[in-house]
């Protein structure tokens, strides 16, 4: 197995578990930082035949990856191939000059920016450490530093959030003017101590979520955002190249505790167990994972479900053993399917229903 092109670091440390957060992360913990950016870096070592000669991507992943040490991710970041673009997702409160600096002196092109909300009383719900002063502040010292890649992120359905709040929010952040904006739905997971302080209002608000995702759609592209992916939007040129990777069925390689790798028809999961990973890889060995053989059938169906995700075409040939063809007629009808010049993709209507119209068309 060789050649893949995309490679994704787990950085899994937090200063406090939000909430909703079903992510693996590791709070606090200082100490450790050190000592998990050598473990990622001989798992890097274990997994180096997999890679190929020039990454397309990196990107650095949480957690919080500008919470870790200087010295560490300094280092970490020194140390990974070079790539032609490089991510990494900050937490504004995380950010200043000195990291900004850090960040540009050893090759970061892109800064994923968690915002999330820009009103002080969601920010409260989602147990959030930054204010929006802070968000501002970030981005003002990222630009300062001569970024010219920043992309935020936002979130919708927080309990208690109004029309007239999201709206509030998606013009803070176009007066930011970033490259980029991702807007997610709030998913609290089951199980989660938010779903218990807040799950009335979660099934309350849940009725809202669609005329909220097209305010979400209605806004930015009025400002002239590309809507490429169903929750993502950017300028010309400007798209997450990375998770591009991910909706267009390309190999990755993931490093680091709960990281996940789709390699040859391989997909693997490591194990969330800090101390389980750092003692396998510090000893030359795979760290303990979950494995799961991709067939062609699976790898056909993801290929359209994450595709169908897209603004652009899939080709039809390579997509046609998964489709339903009565479904297609059917939803080419209803106006929410089209094919065109040979390709398939959901007409705008279509995105809006996104997962159920993908559903439908499966066979």
Same mark, same amino acid.
């Given at each position: 197995?060789?050649?893949?092109?995309?490679?994704?670091?787990?950085?899994?440390?937090?200063?406090?578990?939000?909430?909703?957060?079903?992510?693996?992360?590791?709070?606090?913990?200082?100490?450790?930082?050190?000592?998990?950016?050598?473990?990622?870096?001989?798992?890097?070592?274990?997994?180096?035949?997999?890679?190929?000669?020039?990454?397309?991507?990196?990107?650095?992943?949480?957690?919080?990856?500008?919470?870790?040490?200087?010295?560490?991710?300094?280092?970490?970041?020194?140390?990974?191939?070079?790539?032609?673009?490089?991510?990494?997702?900050?937490?504004?409160?995380?950010?200043?000059?000195?990291?900004?600096?850090?960040?540009?002196?050893?090759?970061?092109?892109?800064?994923?920016?968690?915002?999330?909300?820009?009103?002080?009383?969601?920010?409260?719900?989602?147990?959030?450490?930054?204010?929006?002063?802070?968000?501002?502040?970030?981005?003002?010292?990222?630009?300062?530093?001569?970024?010219?890649?920043?992309?935020?992120? +936002?979130?919708?359905?927080?309990?208690?959030?109004?029309?007239?709040? %999201?709206?509030?929010? /998606?013009? #803070?952040? &176009? =007066? @930011? !003017?970033?490259?980029?904006?991702?807007?997610?739905?709030?998913?609290?997971?089951?199980?989660?101590?938010?779903?218990?302080?807040?799950?009335?209002?979660?099934?309350?608000?849940?009725?809202?979520?669609?005329?909220?995702?097209?305010?979400?759609?209605?806004?930015?592209?009025?400002?002239?955002?590309?809507?490429?992916?169903?929750?993502?939007?950017?300028?010309?040129?400007?798209?997450?190249?990375?998770?591009?990777?991910?909706?267009?069925?390309?190999?990755?390689?993931?490093?680091?505790?709960?990281?996940?790798?789709?390699?040859?028809?391989?997909?693997?999961?490591?194990?969330?167990?800090?101390?389980?990973?750092?003692?396998?890889?510090?000893?030359?060995?795979?760290?303990?994972?979950?494995?799961?053989? +991709?067939?062609?059938?699976?790898?056909?169906?993801?290929?359209?479900? %994450?595709?169908?995700? /897209?603004? #652009?075409? &899939? =080709? @039809? !040939?390579?997509?046609?053993?998964?489709?339903?063809?009565?479904?297609?007629?059917?939803?080419?009808?209803?106006?929410?399917?089209?094919?065109?010049?040979?390709?398939?993709?959901?007409?705008?209507?279509?995105?809006?229903?996104?997962?159920?119209?993908?559903?439908?068309?499966?066979?």
């Amino acid at each position: 197995m060789s050649g893949v092109r995309h490679l994704y670091v787990h950085l899994p440390v937090c200063a406090h578990r939000c909430g909703y957060c079903d992510f693996v992360t590791v709070v606090g913990r200082a100490v450790q930082h050190s000592a998990y950016v050598d473990a990622v870096l001989h798992e890097l070592e274990l997994e180096r035949h997999v890679l190929g000669p020039q990454l397309e991507t990196l990107f650095l992943g949480g957690g919080t990856p500008t919470f870790t040490e200087p010295e560490p991710l300094a280092r970490l970041l020194a140390a990974l191939p070079p790539a032609e673009e490089i991510t990494v997702e900050a937490n504004p409160e995380t950010v200043t000059p000195e990291l900004a600096a850090l960040l540009r002196e050893h090759g970061a092109t892109r800064i994923s920016l968690g915002a999330e909300s820009f009103q002080a009383h969601l920010l409260s719900v989602l147990e959030r450490r930054a204010g929006p002063d802070d968000v501002r502040r970030a981005v003002c010292l990222l630009r300062g530093a001569s970024f010219a890649n920043i992309s935020l992120d +936002l979130v919708y359905g927080i309990p208690g959030q109004s029309a007239a709040d %999201l709206d509030r929010d /998606l013009a #803070e952040a &176009l =007066a @930011l !003017e970033p490259e980029h904006l991702s807007c997610y739905e709030l998913e609290a997971k089951p199980g989660t101590r938010f779903t218990y302080a807040h799950g009335e209002e979660l099934r309350r608000q849940a009725d809202a979520m669609e005329s909220y995702f097209e305010r979400v759609v209605e806004t930015l592209t009025a400002a002239g955002y590309r809507w490429y992916e169903t929750a993502n939007f950017c300028r010309e040129g400007r798209e997450a190249r990375h998770n591009l990777a991910y909706w267009q069925g390309r190999d990755y390689l993931g490093l680091g505790i709960g990281a996940v790798s789709t390699v040859g028809g391989l997909r693997w999961r490591n194990g969330s167990r800090l101390a389980a990973y750092m003692e396998a890889v510090t000893s030359a060995r795979t760290p303990p994972r979950e494995l799961e053989p +991709l067939d062609d059938a699976v790898k056909l169906r993801e290929r359209l479900m %994450l595709g169908l995700r /897209l603004d #652009e075409s &899939l =080709a @039809l !040939e390579e997509v046609e053993p998964a489709l339903d063809a009565e479904a297609l007629a059917r939803l080419e009808r209803l106006g929410l399917a089209e094919l065109r010049s040979g390709g398939l993709r959901l007409t705008r209507r279509g995105r809006f229903l996104g997962g159920a119209v993908t559903a439908e068309l499966l066979a």
